[in-house]
């Protein structure tokens, strides 16, 4: 997903492929996010093979941006047919004015307690992840400069909507944990190459602060009921670490409720320009298996969204109707409808 | 494929076309900094992508891949999605192919 090509484009890359042949990590669903001239979530990679407490992490489904159900990871090195092929539904719709993407983790999650790695009937086959994401690009994107596309003169950037549905074939509560790793902050000539950064968090936000560069605004629709947590650098278990140039601390941020299925995690992703504060707030407006739904306002932004699963049917929420797979209802600056059509 | 092309050997066509395919993984997927994300065991350092899309503009004459391998050179990126539509140009320039 980006908006346009260049150093000043905002960038989502997604990842719903299948585990593949070597150098496999637990990691379906997972994504990277760039705006504001930097990573702002990344991926904390590998740095060694070495059988170590880190590698394990490195490998494992905390050390990705996915969700974790009762402490258990995804578990798809159980599953021989994942090397070359995957289970789930994948979509993708390209638009001037937004992406959308969505893919599904159906292959079972297990415990990975390093150094043992368990069998395969430990795997869970029961709880199924549903995850997907709307750009909403910065008005005028992909537009002729004539037309209105210098981006510089929008008053808002893109920002994303991320939508993890949870499900499964018991009634029991379950702890989801919803992994976001914050990108560290490059140091190009310091002794230590990276450098974690300064994050603030509570359950209704989770900011980053870094003067001068772009930051990020991590927006859970949900709050009530969250428990939240960064956490860095950690060792047995490990959490919070980062594989490039070495391995190096930085921010794990994990959003976790006790809950029973079906359940939501949505959140939105608002990337700040450098210089920028302001960021929108999110009110809920429907949950349940079928739908989700909630309003984006701020200054500038004022923006309903709703998410149908299959065979939800016509859905009509605070005035807004979604016929499709999913519907962006933009009121500033003008009305405008922004449609994801059953695919 | 250079080395069959200085020997004259003709490849299948659709080796050819897989190779170019794998090219442009490397064009679509790179960052805005024009660094390839980090995903599974990408290696210990931030991989570049730049020679790799400047080999691929040798075989293939594509001003995608020549702007992939210049860093943003020209001012047109690559065409996303379907039809021929320029992304954020910010200085006129040649339009490239479409993909």
């Known amino acids: 997903m980006r908006d346009q090509w260049g150093p000043d484009g905002q960038f989502l890359f997604f990842d719903g492929a299948a585990w593949g042949a070597s150098h496999q990590h637990e990691d379906k669903l997972t994504f990277t996010l760039y705006a504001g001239g930097r990573l702002l979530i990344g991926d904390p990679n590998i740095y060694s093979y070495s059988p170590t407490e880190l590698t394990h992490y490195f490998k494992a489904s905390r050390s990705h941006n996915v969700v974790m159900v009762d402490g258990r990871g995804q578990a798809r090195r159980f599953r021989p047919e994942s090397h070359l092929s995957t289970l789930g539904r994948n979509e993708w719709v390209s638009q001037p004015e937004f992406d959308f993407v969505s893919s599904e983790y159906l292959e079972g999650f297990a415990a990975d307690p390093f150094p043992g790695r368990g069998?395969?009937?430990?795997?869970?086959?029961?709880?199924?992840?549903?995850?997907?994401?709307?750009?909403?690009?910065?008005?005028?994107?992909?537009?002729?400069?004539?037309?209105?596309?210098?981006?510089?003169?929008?008053?808002?950037?893109?920002?994303?909507?991320?939508?993890?549905?949870?499900?499964?074939?018991?009634?029991?509560?379950?702890?989801?944990?919803?992994?976001?790793?914050?990108?560290?902050?490059?140091?190009?000539?310091?002794?230590?190459?990276?450098?974690?950064?300064?994050?603030?968090?509570?359950?209704?936000?989770?900011?980053?602060?870094?003067?001068?560069?772009?930051?990020?605004?991590?927006?859970?629709?949900?709050?009530?009921?969250?428990?939240?947590?960064?956490?860095?650098?950690?060792?047995?278990?490990?959490?919070?670490?980062?594989?490039?140039?070495?391995?190096?601390?930085?921010?794990?941020?994990?959003?976790?409720?006790?809950?029973?299925?079906?359940?939501?995690?949505?959140?939105?992703?608002?990337?700040?320009?450098?210089?920028?504060?302001?960021?929108?707030?999110?009110?809920?407006?429907?949950?349940?298996?079928?739908?989700?739904?909630?309003?984006?306002?701020?200054?500038?932004?004022?923006?309903?969204f709703i998410l149908c699963e299959e065979g939800a049917g016509p859905v009509t929420v605070a005035g807004v109707t979604c016929a499709g797979r999913a519907v962006l209802a933009r009121r500033q600056p003008k009305l405008q409808v922004l449609t994801v059509e059953a695919l | 494929m250079r080395t069959a092309q200085a020997r004259g050997v003709a490849l299948p066509e659709d080796f050819v076309r897989l190779v170019e395919k794998a090219h442009e993984m490397y064009l679509y997927a790179a960052q805005p900094d024009h660094i390839l994300p980090m995903f599974n065991d990408c290696g210990t350092q931030p991989t570049d992508p730049a020679p790799y899309l400047r080999g691929a503009a040798q075989m293939f004459p594509r001003a995608d891949f020549l702007w992939g391998a210049s860093h943003g050179q020209p001012a047109l990126g690559p065409v996303q999605g379907k039809g021929p539509r320029p992304i954020t140009p910010r200085t006129r320039g040649p339009r490239p192919a479409t993909m």
């Open chain 1, 119 to 304: 069998d395969a009937s430990e795997v869970d086959m029961g709880i199924r992840h549903r995850r997907a994401i709307l750009y909403v690009k910065p008005i005028g994107a992909g537009l002729e400069p004539a037309q209105g596309g210098d981006r510089k003169g929008s008053p808002l950037p893109g920002y994303w909507i991320l939508c993890d549905l949870l499900t499964s074939q018991d009634a029991e509560p379950h702890t989801l944990e919803q992994i976001f790793h914050l990108a560290p902050i490059e140091q190009p000539g310091a002794a230590e190459p990276l450098r974690p950064g300064e994050v603030a968090v509570s359950p209704a936000t989770i900011v980053t602060h870094e003067p001068g560069l772009g930051n990020l605004a991590l927006l859970p629709v949900d709050p009530t009921g969250l428990d939240v947590r960064a956490q860095k650098g950690e060792t047995s278990p490990a959490v919070g670490w980062y594989g490039v140039y070495g391995e190096f601390p930085a921010w794990d941020v994990t959003l976790q409720r006790r809950t029973p299925l079906p359940a939501r995690l949505d959140a939105v992703h608002f990337p700040l320009r450098p210089g920028e504060t302001a960021y929108p707030t999110v009110t809920r407006l429907r949950a349940d298996a079928q739908v989700t739904a909630f309003r984006i306002q701020g200054a500038g932004v004022d923006d309903t």
